[in-house]
């Protein structure tokens, strides 16, 4: 009689087979689960603000040298100095610098210029050097000493804040104004160098005389809509990321219309600019971004507080359901539920809550035997939400929109139950079904 062969499996042979069906499996659900673009939950405004460059007018003076020579400043640049205070000299030939004695507390000055200086140097702007120059001279000069041989001096003829630098700007209309003057690049006002030859009628410096400043923009039909019921507005200067605040009004010069932003605070900071990269911040509304198109609408059972119990093992919330068995034997199962919004209806029900439908049926009958209350679930609500993917299949999360225009909305953080930053949600919730398995393209993830 002929025997069968026999077949001969090792734990080898079955862990390599085991492996070769799972991976058969998976790339089959690979292949087949459903694919959808996914968005990462972003912070910020609803829009982009509007930016643009603005002219810079102040209360300003220039004041010229009355006769030829070489100017020597006896002070910092950007100065505030009161009436009297002598600003300047002229002298017939450059004077060297003579160090005076210098104590501890000049010492420490000049260390702290130089340091200040090297930190905040930028090699597009090599003319800020000569504020340093300014800075350690007005240190080290024997003021006394250069003042006995100028051959005529300057001295503040009102308090202000005295500048080293001039342009042909100080003077300017606002109906002077054309659209060509903003188009201007990297301007900033000339700086006026120490121990330079003038001549009369030179500038030699300028003295501003208020802490009330302006700017000044072009505006389009569209941006008017925007910022007109704006009477103040914030405006961040790009420049440095400050912010001021300040009152907004507008006018015409010939067909162009302008926006004009009177400020009372910060002008020191930009005293040397007469042009300035800004935005007009009027999207104060943030939160977290998403697309409209994520936006689902989800309805729910509404069942009231009063049925509200902690049951189980660790003690969540619930409601007790009433059941009755094939004999007709009445009894309550707790049934644990995710409340995932309440809202308080009128006097008679009090606060409901929002309850996932899959938890209970139309009909049902919930119970609070302690008060002796009686529910029958039939009364539905709706919410807003978004699908969540963070673990791979399609979770719905409820939001609040605060905003929202026609691609994308503006929702609260810190929702119960909700989302949050850098989650990822479906992008077009429309494309699936809640507590589907998903597989998401993580592509143009952020705005």
């Not at 810079?56 to 020579?69: K, P, Q, T, Y």
């Not at 002598?86 to 130089?114: F, H, M, N, W, Y």
């Not at 060509?180 to 410096?205: A, M, R």
Request: hydrophobic content about 35%; glycine content about 6%.
């Amino acid at each position: 009689m002929r025997t069968r062969p026999r077949i001969h499996l090792n734990i080898g042979t079955v862990i390599f087979g085991a492996l070769f069906i799972y991976l058969i499996v998976s790339f089959v659900m690979f292949l087949t689960r459903s694919q959808v673009d996914a968005y990462q939950v972003v912070y910020g405004p609803l829009t982009g603000n509007d930016t643009c460059t603005a002219m810079i007018l102040r209360n300003e003076d220039v004041i010229r040298a009355s006769s030829d020579g070489y100017v020597n400043y006896f002070m910092a640049n950007n100065t505030k100095a009161t009436k009297g205070k002598l600003v300047c000299g002229i002298t017939d030939e450059v004077i060297p610098v003579q160090s005076k004695p210098l104590d501890s507390t000049e010492t420490k000055d000049l260390r702290k210029i130089a340091y200040d200086s090297s930190k905040g140097f930028d090699p597009n702007h090599f003319d800020e050097v000569y504020d340093m120059q300014y800075d350690l001279l007005g240190v080290l000069w024997d003021v006394s000493d250069i003042s006995s041989q100028s051959s005529s001096y300057y001295v503040v003829s009102k308090d202000g804040i005295v500048s080293f630098s001039a342009d042909d700007y100080c003077y300017m209309n606002e109906r002077e104004f054309n659209t060509d003057l903003f188009k201007t690049s990297n301007f900033s006002i000339p700086k006026l160098v120490n121990q330079e030859h003038v001549e009369n009628g030179d500038p030699l410096y300028r003295i501003v005389n208020s802490e009330e400043w302006y700017i000044y923009f072009p505006i389009t039909d569209r941006q008017t809509i925007r910022l007109a019921s704006e009477g103040r507005i914030r405006v961040k200067f790009l420049k440095d990321g400050n912010t001021e605040t300040g009152s907004l009004s507008f006018f015409y010069v010939g067909d162009q219309r302008y926006g004009k932003i009177t400020f009372y605070s910060g002008m020191i900071r930009y005293v040397d600019d007469r042009f300035a990269d800004v935005e007009l911040v009027t999207n104060t509304q943030v939160g977290l971004k998403i697309p409209v198109s994520a936006i689902v609408t989800k309805e729910f059972y509404l069942i009231p507080e009063s049925l509200l119990v902690e049951g189980g093992e660790d003690r969540n919330p619930g409601f007790y359901r009433q059941v009755t068995d094939k004999d007709g034997n009445v009894s309550t199962e707790f049934v644990e539920c995710t409340l995932y919004s309440s809202v308080y209806l009128n006097e008679t029900v009090g606060t409901v809550y929002y309850v996932d439908k899959s938890n209970f049926s139309e009909g049902d009958i919930l119970v609070n035997e302690y008060e002796h209350i009686r529910y029958t679930i039939k009364e539905t609500g709706t919410l807003n939400g978004v699908y969540s993917i963070n673990k791979g299949y399609a979770l719905f999360r409820k939001i609040v929109v605060l905003d929202q225009n026609d691609e994308y909305a503006i929702v609260e953080t810190n929702t119960g139950y909700g989302i949050t930053l850098y989650d990822y949600i479906v992008r077009d919730a429309s494309t699936v079904k809640e507590e589907s398995i998903l597989y998401s393209r993580h592509s143009n993830v952020k705005e």
